[in-house]
């Protein structure tokens, strides 16, 4: 981390996929406030969303992993065409069945806690202690060694609602959010 608080941190995500994190909001607080989240209808529930900017067809190391053989420029194709129908690599959002689903490739928390994203937070936690500091535990989010995932301490349904809170009813008006904010900085 250098004085402004940015982070350049070369991340790997399952396999051989990996990510150049650079985080620059230096505090949680810019995180919130620069990362505004819409209310969305889903069935009968309303919940928040940040859809993100950061598409997986303009992922920065694709080239990286045609050049390594560990994709093809046709898999490359292939995902990026698919990939209209998900969600960008920074995109967030807590209004379906899961407590919170992160990402293009649609990492969650589940209800209980765990999940592919909590894993993931796990794992980044044992090899980059400084960074999981500054972009969860700072801002209150905590990967356990059970792989659960807690925000001031609540997980499981509570979080849940928690995080529905403040979006539950319709407004076209783009809101912050105290927990989510910060996991759309982390996720970007």
């Keep these: 981390m250098n004085e402004n608080g940015d982070i350049d941190v070369l991340a790997i995500y399952g396999g051989n996929c990996e990510?150049?994190?650079k985080y620059s909001c230096s505090t949680c607080d810019q995180c919130i406030k620069n990362n505004l989240l819409a209310t969305v209808k889903?069935?009968?529930?309303?919940?928040?969303?940040?859809i993100g900017t950061?598409?997986?067809s303009q992922f920065s190391q694709w080239d990286t992993l045609i050049s390594k053989g560990e994709?093809?420029?046709t898999d490359k194709s292939i995902i990026?065409?698919?990939s209209q129908n998900e969600a960008n690599l920074d995109g967030i959002q807590a209004y379906d069945s899961e407590i919170l689903t992160a990402g293009a490739m649609?990492?969650?928390?589940?209800?209980?806690?765990?999940?592919?994203f909590a894993q993931q937070v796990y794992?980044?936690?044992?090899?980059?202690?400084?960074a999981y500091k500054h972009l969860f535990e700072d801002c209150v989010w905590i990967g356990s060694s059970r792989k659960i995932m807690s925000y001031k301490g609540v997980t499981g349904e509570a979080l849940k609602k928690a995080l529905r809170?403040?979006?539950?009813?319709p407004t076209k008006s783009l809101q912050s959010s105290k927990a989510l904010g910060p996991l759309v900085c982390a996720n970007s």
Excluded: H, V, W
Aim: glycine share 6%; proline share 7%; aromatic share 16%.
């Design 54 to 56: 950061l598409k997986l």
């Design 80 to 82: 990026s065409a698919m």
């Design 165 to 169: 809170q403040d979006f539950s009813t």
């Design 19 to 21: 990510k150049i994190i």
């Design 71 to 73: 994709a093809t420029d």
């Design 106 to 116: 649609q990492k969650t928390i589940n209800p209980k806690g765990q999940g592919e």
């Design 123 to 130: 794992e980044f936690k044992q090899q980059y202690p400084a």
């Design 42 to 50: 889903y069935y009968k529930t309303y919940g928040p969303r940040y």
